[in-house]
């Protein structure tokens, strides 16, 4: 596909999701919902400019590890599990045994290997200049930390330091497959690749772009699709599917 057609087709795909499902307010922030602008979960809708302070990114990274291979909910349990024993920052992070941060974070699965990754990240982050807003962590320092793969850091990158870089996971790539945007088996970087030349490098597109993805990825085009009354139009898994 040519490219100017093939960015068209993403821009479109965009605004259909978008007039769909709406705002999503990622990333949550559990510790400040209900405050100001923030809904009871801590989604904040149409406020790209969150978070806004070192507690925020924070626990944006602390989310980003612990949603590995499980559900938000169980995520939210587990930075509740947090929050009530006063764990926000990585220096708070620092003073914990192993076994007691495993078993803190326990809710949202992998607990062991989720609490060595979270050190990690505690480390990362109690440094000066990664909690500078201007200062976000290369990615090639996040990718560096043990079990931080493309994604995760990617995801730290947009959602907590408002870095333009395209998200990619496997909801998208099930999507943009069976829409036809991208062949089966396409790499992480060359699915991000098509996204950064197809779209303006700019975080709120990235950012709510993304969280649609997922948001479609849960609602209409599951495991098994729920084709009918789904807002893409123009799907190659569809069409097939009638024939
Ligand atoms: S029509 Fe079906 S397969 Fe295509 S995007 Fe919608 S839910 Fe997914």
């Known amino acids: 596909m040519a490219p100017k057609a093939l960015a068209a087709r993403i821009a479109g ?119 500078s807003l201007k200062g976000a962590p290369p990615r090639d320092v996040l990718l560096a930390l043990w079990g931080i793969g493309p994604e995760t850091a990617d995801s730290i990158l947009l959602y907590a330091f408002k870095v333009p870089v395209f998200v990619v996971d496997a909801y998208m790539r099930r999507i943009l497959e069976r829409i036809g945007l991208i062949p089966q088996r396409a790499g992480y970087a060359d699915i991000q690749r098509l996204f950064h030349a197809a779209l303006p490098a700019n975080h709120a597109v990235y950012n709510e772009f993304h969280a649609l993805l997922v948001e479609h990825a849960k609602q209409h085009c599951r495991a098994k699709p729920i084709c009918i009354a789904c807002p893409v139009k123009s799907c190659r898994y569809r069409t097939a599917a009638r024939r």
């Open 13 to 131: 795909l965009y605004e259909s999701l978008l007039s769909f499902y709406g705002k999503q307010g990622w990333w949550p922030i559990p510790s400040l919902a209900g405050k100001a602008g923030f809904d009871a979960r801590g989604y904040h809708p149409g406020n790209y400019d969150q978070p806004r302070s070192s507690r925020g990114r924070f626990e944006v990274a602390l989310g980003a590890v612990l949603t590995q291979n499980t559900a938000w909910t169980n995520v939210e349990k587990a930075l509740a599990r947090l929050h009530a024993e006063g764990i926000g920052l990585p220096a708070d992070i620092h003073v914990l045994t192993h076994e007691r941060l495993a078993d803190l974070i326990r809710p949202a699965g992998y607990y062991n290997q989720k609490a060595r990754k979270l050190a990690g990240m505690a480390r990362l982050f109690g440094a000066k200049d990664a909690l």
